[in-house]
């Protein structure tokens, strides 16, 4: 598996290049406001992008979508629960000025909880953990021992709840344990902001985790 992780904007947001290194396919996960450092990276990176594909559609998640979708001429996928909250992007834009007019991206598809996605010889499974959103997705790679978990989950925490789209602790922290941190410990976790982490890790550390969602900070 390729995979090269460019973070940048204001949030410090990560974007995936992830890929087949054989086939060289390769999507684009959360492609953020650092529309020019993503777009140097495709092109350093000798893959071809396939599709960009969205673990939750939060405005630092997607403000450089419809801009890399021209650039790349490739289509947008997120899973159907999450159009409310990108519906909502321009209110989301008008209370983060500093990202400047982000246009709401078409979407040409929806993922759906099961579905698999082939990327070259590569599959990602699809697992819906609302709780940050409505349409929260991670996205699980058996084979390579890993998965994508935006803002689901991240080493030593987990997403809020408090904006647009979320649900509550219980609900988050149920799902993560039931979706993710049953997976094998020896799994890395690559999260939509901040460095990665093993699912033994967080397991044994994350206080919310352990805590059971009691602690908030």
């Known amino acids: 598996m390729f995979i090269n992780c460019v973070a940048g904007g204001l949030f410090l947001t990560n974007c995936y290049i992830l890929g087949d290194e054989d086939t060289k ?11 020019d450092d993503i777009l140097r990276e495709v092109g350093n990176s000798g893959m071809k992008i396939k599709s960009i594909v969205n673990t939750h559609t939060h405005i630092d998640h997607v403000a450089g979508v419809t801009e890399v979708k021209k650039q790349l001429d490739i289509p947008f996928y997120i899973h159907r629960k999450e159009q409310p909250v990108l519906d909502l992007l321009p209110e989301s834009a008008k209370r983060f000025p500093q990202f400047g007019n982000v246009e709401v991206p078409e979407v040409e598809d929806y993922v759906e909880e099961g579905d698999i996605i082939e990327i070259g010889n590569l599959k990602a499974e699809v697992l819906l ?16 021992e890993c998965v994508i978990s935006g803002d689901t989950l991240f080493a030593g925490s987990v997403g809020r709840v408090d904006l647009t789209g979320g649900s509550s602790m219980e609900e988050l922290v149920g799902q993560i344990r039931e979706k993710l941190i049953s997976l094998p410990g020896s799994y890395n976790v690559f999260p939509g902001h901040g460095p990665a982490t093993t699912i033994e890790t967080e397991k044994k550390t994350n206080p919310f985790i352990r805590s059971g969602g009691a602690l908030y900070f």
């Open 25 to 35: 396919e390769a999507i684009l996960i959360d492609p953020g406001e650092q529309i």
């Open 129 to 144: 953990v609302p709780g940050h959103t409505w349409g929260s997705i991670c996205l699980l790679f058996n084979d390579s």
